[in-house]
């Protein structure tokens, strides 16, 4: 069935870097939502992105839909400690397929 | 106005047994969805219904049936526990099903153990 590759699984950073998590899919994409996860908590809803070429912002973080509707990133300026969690991308075409997600881990 | 509720929060089983989670939401969403997250992965698809008396299954059904016999109410039954159930169940909620753009709206969760 349809697969979204989404990397790294991981990502440490120092308090202050960036962030940057990728979502892939061999299939054109009818949309593309992004979600977080604090941990203990339960996924919630941050974007969505329709239309081809899309850039969104939220304050620190800025989200793409690429040209093909292929893949799509979201990428975290100045990452703050609020900032951790693990974010997913779910691409939403006959189903809504979750990537594994990407875990933002701050470094002590 | 609640959002989507699911109880119990923590659950523990033998293998066997029987359960059922329940979920709620207070939302008049069409589409709700229940899924499994294991250690480290993203979310799994059990099962969906797009309306009162329709469901169908997702990408890992087998052990689970749900019902929807209201639009509020979305319970997923766990037929013979097996310790590779032991897992978080989330269930969610939307306005539309894919392939809309639809936000979901998620429960606090379902923590299960099966020993």
């Known amino acids: 069935g349809q697969q979204v590759m989404q990397i790294p699984q991981y990502q440490h950073v120092q308090e202050g870097e960036d962030f940057t998590t990728y979502c892939n899919s061999s299939?054109?994409?009818?949309?593309i939502q992004w979600y977080k996860q604090r941990p203990g908590g339960h996924p919630v809803f941050l974007i969505q992105?329709?239309?081809s070429g899309e850039v969104k912002k939220q304050k620190r973080l800025t989200f793409q839909f690429g040209e093909a509707k292929k893949n799509s990133s979201l990428h975290i300026t100045a990452t703050q400690t609020t900032d951790v969690g693990t974010y997913f991308c779910?691409?939403?075409?006959?189903?809504?397929?979750w990537g594994a997600g990407t875990k933002l881990i701050i470094k002590p | 106005n609640a959002g989507v509720t699911q109880t119990p929060k923590f659950q523990v089983l033998k293998t066997g047994q029987s359960m059922t989670l329940q979920c709620a939401q207070d939302m008049n969403h069409e589409y709700m969805s229940w899924y499994r997250q294991d250690p480290g992965m993203g979310l799994r698809l059990i099962h969906y219904s797009v309306g009162a008396g329709i469901t169908d299954q997702g990408e890992v059904p087998n052990g689970y049936n749900v019902s929807r016999s209201t639009t509020e109410d979305f319970p997923l039954r766990l037929l013979s526990a097996a310790p590779s159930q032991t897992s978080v169940y989330f269930c969610?909620?939307?306005?539309?099903?894919?392939?809309?753009?639809?936000?979901?709206?998620f429960g606090p969760g379902t923590r299960l153990t099966v020993l």
């Open positions: 779910a691409a939403s075409n006959y189903q809504l397929i």
């Open positions: 299939t054109t994409l009818s949309n």
């Open positions: 969610a909620s939307s306005y539309l099903g894919p392939p809309a753009a639809d936000t979901q709206y």
């Open positions: 992105l329709v239309k």
